[in-house]
């Protein structure tokens, strides 16, 4: 079985963990500076005085005069979710996140352990804390899982039988799908809202209409399963644990003394012996800001390094683009190479290490854009009349 833990408005919960008063009065999550101005997720009073995620905040405004606006807080997000998922991982499950706020797992390696499937949800629910409010689905697709934790209340676990699959989807809401915003106004312009509306339809008039993309969302909602590959929960590497951080004890603006401050951090964090002289693969520096809030940005390196040198110019153009006076800078290691150096070679490369260097070229690709970035196609009915039948897309192991 697939189980889905869900946190909704894990960004806002986040940037609220330095204000716990706010949850209390209408508040909502203020949009990205340089973005549309639409809010993010929204509080309980909030919501209950008429504001919606998602408004422009014009609109929001209007309808809740007394509404606090939260800025963005990047760095909490990262550190507070990597929280839960190392909880998580602590008590034995496997996680694959797909964003803050929503992680994925197997329940069959920790059944026996726990007694069962719904033990099992107990003690995830229990390991992520009641106040974060998250709520839990199993099934046996991770759509269903999905479609179950977004039901489910605050602490609770929804569990969907395979036999039960199809009459729990089809009263759900379109928003469940992997659609494009357009594509939700369309539909619901020719009178489907839900998702066994969608199933009624021919797939090919979906298809036809909507493009592979609207019969991908077809198929979920149908109950169409798919192969092994695309089913399975593959969990995350194990995260770096080196940060170095530094505290300024009046707001910086000056981009020399932030340059300063970044090379400061840089040397203490080569200089560290939990290294171990391995390069790094990925890269993250953040900051504090004054009045609240936090910028962030991860870089992933065209090649795996620990010189100074190539570290210093892959990240320190990245403090142009801080937002505001900084309080504290902090850099990160996201993720290492899994070697601790090259071997130069007198002639081309031939045979395995030609492809050592493909899967390290293939592993960079995939720490840039996530899992399921790198994948193959493998055949599957070369007999099929529909291109898109013949073969799958699944994600590969590197």
Not at 142 to 149: G, N, T, Y
Not at 243 to 253: D, G, I, K, M, N
Not at 284 to 290: D, E, G, N, T, Y
Not at 303 to 312: I, K, Q, S
């Amino acid at each position: 079985m697939v189980a889905c833990l869900l946190i909704p408005g894990f960004a806002l919960r986040a940037a609220l963990r330095a204000r716990p008063g706010l949850a209390l009065v209408p508040a909502a999550l203020a949009p990205d500076p340089g973005r549309e101005a639409r809010i993010g997720p929204v509080t309980s009073a909030a919501e209950a005085a008429g504001v919606q995620a998602g408004m422009r905040m014009g609109e929001a405004l209007a309808t809740c005069p007394a509404l606090v606006l939260v800025a963005q807080d990047p760095a909490a997000v990262e550190q507070e979710w990597e929280g839960v998922l190392r909880r998580l991982e602590g008590a034995g499950f496997s996680v694959e996140s797909a964003e803050p706020g929503r992680v994925t797992f197997e329940t069959g390696g920790v059944e026996r352990l726990y007694g069962g499937v719904e033990a099992a949800l107990a003690k995830a629910l229990a390991s992520v804390g009641s106040a974060w409010d998250p709520r839990a689905g199993v099934g046996e697709r991770r759509f269903v899982a999905l479609a179950a934790a977004s039901v489910a209340r605050p602490g609770q676990a929804v569990i969907v039988e395979g036999k039960e699959e199809q009459g729990f989807l089809e009263p759900l809401p379109l928003s469940l799908l992997p659609l494009a915003s357009n594509r939700y106004a369309e539909l619901e312009g020719l009178g489907v809202r839900r998702l066994g509306e969608l199933t009624s339809l021919p797939g090919g008039a979906v298809e036809e209409r909507l493009g592979p993309e609207g019969k991908r969302a077809w198929s979920l909602a149908g109950g169409e399963r798919h192969s092994a590959h695309q089913s399975r929960v593959r969990g995350r590497s194990p995260a770096a644990e080196l940060v170095e951080a530094l505290s300024f004890p009046e707001a910086v603006a000056n981009e020399l003394t932030l340059r300063r401050a970044f090379g400061a951090l840089l040397d203490r964090l080569l200089a560290r012996p939990e290294r171990a002289g391995r390069p790094l693969r990925k890269v993250a520096v953040s900051a504090r800001l004054v009045g609240g809030g936090s910028w962030r940005r991860a870089t992933t390196l065209r090649e795996a390094t620990a010189d100074r040198g190539r570290l210093r110019a892959a990240l320190g153009p990245k403090l142009l683009e801080v937002t505001a006076p900084v309080t504290e800078l902090r850099l990160e290691v996201v993720e290492f190479a899994d070697h601790v150096g090259h071997q130069l070679a007198l002639v081309p490369p031939e045979g395995e290490e030609m492809d050592a260097r493909l899967r390290e070229g293939l592993r960079q690709v995939r720490a840039s854009t996530g899992t399921g970035s790198v994948c193959a196609v493998v055949e599957v009915a070369p007999w099929s009349r529909i291109p898109e039948a013949r073969a799958l897309v699944v994600p590969l192991d590197v």
